[in-house]
């Protein structure tokens, strides 16, 4: 039987582990409170404030997620119409702070790595071509030597993540659609950006649940890899990362259990930061709750000249909210 709001037990395991009950210290912005006042179909500012991070599943005895939930209704409705944009990232440049962080992709710099036909896909995000190239310029040169090509297609559009946070529902399954057509092989898709990895993994088969395509986001969420699941499983990598004192290696919400299973040996082979950097949800950058919210993490800074993440938001959240030092980088810029 599938399990609804109702079956909260109230247990408050979930309190400690949620940033938006952290930074509000009231009831109804913990996922009990939210489940509590979604049960009985009543309305609340606080949903807005769920930053869809699932640190509830990842405590709950009984695995319940808020966000899930949540988009059941989400999902039922039109929601809002707004542009398509393949890029969402471009909207960098509408910033004032934009073009310090937004970096010009070149395609000519991976194109001598690439294959029309490879073995498997590279998930080629926003974030990897707009803020950390140099992650998969990295990645390429690392492992050109292995029997296992990558396959990229120059067609990619954005995850959709931005349309999830501003309810414009049909923009989202396009992205979810594009996805299909363009990783239409039944070959791995290997993904930077730990919140491209989880939409790819986790919302589209929700979004799509019920429905003539609901096997066919399984199928995608089946062979959807983590880059370092990736280097680890298939190409038999022993993963280190640089262990330097002055660096920061910040694990991003998104690759919490159960969607994969390197936490545990991530943060056995280094010292992992496990904290919420506030989400990138755009609907609350207006509300400027990501800077009133990042006095809960700043501190992890302390001596540090570098902070590492693999995730896209997490990267923004960083940037716009730091003076450098410290230096914003992603994890496979650091490899042995």
Known sequence: MKKGPENCVRCGKCLPSCPSYQFFLKESYSPRGRNFLFSKDLASQSYEFCLYCERCRS????????PEFYWDKLF?????????????????????????????????????FTRTQGDYYIYLSCGLKHL???????????FSQTKLHPQISMEQDCCGILYLSLRAIHNLKKCALNKLRIFSEKKPVITFCATCFWVLKKVYPKLFENTDK????????????????????????????????????????????????????LKNIIDLRDFCCGSAKATLWIRGFQEKYSSHW?????????????????????SFLLKRPPQIKHWMEFIK
């Not at 405590?59 to 808020?66: G, V």
């Not at 700043?298 to 960083?318: H, P, Q, S």
């Open 298 to 318: 700043k501190r992890e800074l302390i001596g540090k000249d570098t902070i590492a993440t693999a995730c896209t938001g997490c990267y923004l959240n960083f």
């Open 214 to 265: 609901e096997k066919d986001f399984k199928e995608l969420s089946e062979r959807t890899y983590f880059f370092t699941e990736f280097i680890i499983e298939k190409i038999h990598y022993t993963f280190k990362l640089e262990n330097k004192s002055k660096i920061l290696y910040h694990f991003p919400c998104h690759l919490k259990d159960p969607l994969t299973s390197q936490e545990k040996y």
């Open 59 to 66: 405590i709950c005895p009984h695995k319940l997620s808020f």
């Open 132 to 142: 950390y190239p140099e992650s998969l310029h990295k990645f390429l040169k690392t």
């Open 76 to 112: 039922s409705e039109k929601g809002i119409s707004l542009p398509y944009l393949k890029d969402s990232l471009s909207l960098l440049s509408l910033l004032p702070q934009g073009s310090r962080i937004f970096k010009k992709w070149e395609v000519k710099e991976i194109l001598p």
